[in-house]
């Protein structure tokens, strides 16, 4: 998985709790992305970096924040879990390069999140 | 509102034969489009992306037709093998605020029978 950990791979909390998820490269790739898998819908896109402190929203990122403070580490937080955040949340880095590289991502293992 | 649209949902086929998945988008400004190959239990992997200058592009067994004027397009897996079957996504990816970013079909679960 392209120097990619996720962590934790499963976790199982309640609503209402806070939930951090920690995706940690060893590729030294400027770009990092959180996405969420969901039946029927493919993977979207929550939050994304493009360097140290530098981050943006995607398309479904109410009720997630994230944190980058440093190249290798880049965390995703809800803040107070609900039912409809359970899902299976990829992480992924891609290159910083003057070629078209940089389009391509690549993706951790997964962690699946259920919220009860 | 989904920016890229994928069908069939499922897809079964024999062995040694075609597998077709199509995909269709709206966004003209969308500048590069992978297809990624997801098995159980483990994050999606690039298959084989082409750019919308590009009418095919091909490697190994697996092909890409891009139709611009439709923005229609689709993956080809000739000679079919049982270990082909996994979940492909098409993606569509666009400029935004420093970054790239992919937005993706709802998938195709691919089955290949032996």
């Known amino acids: 998985d392209a120097g990619i950990t996720q962590s934790p791979r499963h976790k199982v909390t309640e609503t209402g709790t806070p939930v951090t998820l920690r995706c940690h490269q060893t590729?030294?790739?400027?770009?990092m992305y959180w996405y969420r898998q969901d039946p029927g819908h493919g993977l979207r896109l929550i939050h994304y970096?493009?360097?140290?402190?530098?981050?943006d929203k995607g398309e479904v990122s109410d009720g997630y924040s994230v944190s980058r403070s440093k190249t290798e580490d880049f965390l995703l937080t809800l803040e107070s879990a609900t039912s409809s955040q359970t899902s299976v949340y990829f992480c992924?880095?891609?290159?910083?390069?003057?070629?078209?590289?940089?389009?391509?991502?690549?993706f951790g293992a997964g962690t699946r999140l259920s919220v009860l | 509102q989904q920016q890229v649209k994928q069908s069939p949902q499922s897809l079964i086929v024999q062995k040694g034969g075609i597998s077709i998945i199509n995909c269709a988008y709206e966004n003209t400004a969308f500048d590069y489009f992978p297809w990624y190959q997801q098995f159980p239990g483990k994050g999606p992997a690039l298959l084989i992306a082409i750019r919308p200058d590009v009418s095919e592009k091909k490697e190994g067994r697996f092909t890409i037709s891009f139709n611009k004027s439709a923005k229609q397009f689709s993956l080809h897996i000739m000679d079919s093998q049982p270990g082909d079957s996994a979940t492909y996504f098409c993606a569509a990816s666009i400029w935004r605020t420093g970054a790239n970013n992919l937005f993706f079909g709802t998938g195709t679960r691919l089955t290949v029978i032996p």
């Open positions: 590729e030294n790739h400027r770009y």
């Open positions: 970096s493009y360097g140290v402190k530098d981050t």
């Open positions: 992924a880095i891609s290159e910083s390069t003057s070629s078209g590289r940089k389009n391509i991502q690549y």
